[in-house]
C-alpha cells in the first residue's frame, strides 16, 4: 500500500513538472492604429478643416497585459487598454477644446520559439474597442458659445498578432508586437450640436445622423513593453 501511494505521489510530481508554466505581467504603450482611421478621418477632421498649424495624428495607448505560458510555451492571456485624447487650439476668432477616451481589450493565445534569450511568438486575439463620445467646445471671441457632441461607438474583430521578447534577464524582458486583422466599426450614431449666447442661454439645437458601420482592414496597432516573469 505504502509502495503504492508513493508511486502515486511520484506520478503527481512528475505530470505537475511537466505541465508547469509561468505567469507574466507587462505594461507598455502602443500606437492605437486600429482606431486611426476613425479618429482622424472621422472625429477630428471637422474643426481639422480650419487652418490649424499643429494637431495630433495619433494618441499613445497605454497597455497592461497578464497571460500564463505552458511548459511547451502556448501562451493564453489578455490585453487591456486604456486612451484619452485632447485637443485645445486657439484661430482668430474661436478657442476649441475637445477630447475623447478609448478603452480596449483583447483574449489572445500565441504559440513561442525560443533562441536563446530571444523569443518570437505569432498567435492570434478578439481584440474590443469601447469609444466614448466625442465632445467639443467652442468659445468665440465674440462671446457666443457652442458645444458638439458626437456619440461614440465600438469594434470588434479578429487579430494575427507577432511578438519579438527580449529576456535581458531571467524574469525582466522587452517585448515589440504587431496587431493586424480585421474589424467591424459601428459609431457616430448622432452628432448634436447646441449654440449658446453670450449669456449662456440655449439659442439652437441641430441634429443628425451619420452612423458609420463597415468592416474594415486598419492600420496595425503597433506596441512596446516591459514584462514581468511572476
Do not use: C
Amino acid at each position: 500500500m505504502k509502495n503504492i501511494i508513493l508511486a502515486i505521489l511520484l506520478l503527481t510530481n512528475a505530470v505537475a513538472n511537466a505541465q508547469k508554466g509561468a505567469h507574466h505581467i507587462s505594461l507598455g504603450i502602443s500606437n492605437n492604429g486600429q482606431l486611426s482611421k476613425a479618429m482622424n478621418d472621422y472625429y477630428f477632421s471637422w474643426f481639422y478643416n480650419i487652418n490649424v498649424p499643429n494637431y495630433k495624428q495619433l494618441e499613445y495607448k497605454t497597455d497592461l497585459t497578464y497571460s500564463y505560458s505552458t511548459a511547451k510555451q502556448l501562451e493564453f492571456g489578455i490585453f487591456v487598454g486604456y486612451a484619452q485624447r485632447t485637443e485645445n487650439y486657439s484661430t482668430n476668432t474661436d478657442k476649441v477644446n475637445i477630447s475623447q477616451h478609448y478603452l480596449s481589450g483583447m483574449p489572445f493565445i500565441m504559440k513561442g520559439w525560443n533562441f536563446k534569450s530571444i523569443q518570437v511568438s505569432a498567435g492570434a486575439g478578439i481584440p474590443y474597442y469601447f469609444i466614448s463620445d466625442h465632445d467639443v467646445d467652442v468659445t468665440s471671441t465674440t462671446g457666443y458659445s457652442a458645444r458638439m457632441d458626437i456619440t461614440g461607438g465600438n469594434a470588434i474583430g479578429l487579430n494575427g498578432l507577432v511578438r519579438l521578447k527580449w529576456n535581458f534577464t531571467e524574469r525582466l524582458s522587452v517585448n515589440g508586437m504587431a496587431g493586424f486583422g480585421l474589424l467591424y466599426m459601428d459609431y457616430g450614431r448622432e452628432n448634436i450640436l447646441y449654440n449658446y449666447d453670450t449669456d449662456g442661454n440655449l439659442t439652437g439645437k441641430a441634429f443628425s445622423l451619420q452612423r458609420q458601420r463597415r468592416t474594415t482592414v486598419p492600420a496595425p496597432e503597433l506596441s512596446l513593453s516591459i514584462g514581468f516573469k511572476i
